[in-house]
């Protein structure tokens, strides 16, 4: 499988081999950890890439041993175990993240839709399942639907027209985050996607909830994107619904205003009141 994040990143075993030579004991183990901190160590492993990294600090290092030094890792919270052959290194900085791996079980797959507004805040509840979209059309057919890997993790692929994916450095810029170690949209784009998926016929995607934090997203973007793919009635609608019930905040009640303290002459006149009551009180026995 192929993930465009993996081929940012050089050989780590290259960087790593000029100067350590073959270790003695449990040398080599304690450089290797160190190495998967380095700069140039790879962010998602295969199999076949870990024992490669792994020969480049113990060139004799078998299949064997390399599964061995896997299984130490993943004790040791430094790499974490996505399927049987498929490792996240999190000793890099920063520790590489499961939305990673989509790009690598599905080539193309951008990150989007919940897991990208549930990462911003604008979701209340957001979701441990990794979701992405491909880009389709009458040439392209890539698999979608669940997967699941076989340590437990959940991955969830939709099928979108390519108008919806950038052609242009200029788009790339505007649709996807900036610094990301993989392609990710912004929470604008996703929002959109989202409605757009939802209002389509036999759609299996429920609208987004209308308890959502609006100031997470850029009310421009959005509006350039909803024009741009001619769904701005999908967001408005759904912004009406969501604006009705307040965002899901509860409305505030307005507060009873505290009693005035009374003012001298209020207290004057209410103690020559009583002084009238008790005279006329007593005159009446």
């Known amino acids: 499988m192929n993930d465009p994040s993996l081929r940012q990143h050089p050989n780590a075993s290259t960087a790593v081999a000029a100067g350590t030579g073959q ?9 290797l950890l160190g190495g998967l901190a380095g700069q140039s160590a790879r962010r998602i492993f295969t199999a076949a ?12 290092a078998s299949a064997s041993t390399a599964r061995t030094v896997s299984e130490m890792l993943v004790s040791a919270g430094a790499l974490r175990r996505v399927s049987s052959g498929v490792f996240l290194n999190r000793r890099a900085a920063p520790p590489a993240e499961l939305t990673e791996v989509a790009a690598h079980i599905r080539a193309g797959a951008v990150v989007s839709l919940h897991s ?19 880009p389709t059309s009458a040439t392209k057919r890539p698999r979608l ?48 996607q989202w409605l757009h998926l939802a209002s389509m016929q036999r759609s299996t995607l429920s609208m987004p909830p209308l308890d959502v934090d609006m100031e997470q997203l850029d009310v421009e973007l ?25 965002f899901g905040e509860e409305a505030e009640v307005p507060s ?3 009693p005035a303290a009374p003012t001298q002459d209020e207290l004057d006149e209410s103690t020559a009141a009583r002084a009238r009551l008790m005279s006329r009180r007593a005159k009446s026995r």
């Open 222 to 246: 959005l509006g350039r994107l909803a024009e741009r793919w001619a769904i701005g009635r999908h967001f408005n609608d759904w912004f009406a619904q969501a604006q009705a019930a307040n």
């Open 256 to 258: 009873s205003p505290e």
């Open 49 to 60: 890439e870990f024992r490669r990294f792994v020969q480049g600090y113990r060139p004799s």
């Open 116 to 134: 990208v507004l549930g990462d911003c805040g604008f979701l209340n509840n957001p979701s441990a399942i990794v979701v992405a979209v491909l």
């Open 145 to 192: 639907g669940e997967v699941e890997t076989s340590s437990g993790d959940k991955f969830r692929f939709f099928g979108l027209a390519e108008k919806f994916f950038p052609t242009t450095s200029e788009e790339r810029w505007e649709m996807f985050q900036p610094g990301r170690p993989c392609e990710m949209f912004r929470p604008e784009a996703a929002l959109l």
């Open 23 to 31: 270790r003695g004991g449990a040398d080599w183990k304690f450089a």
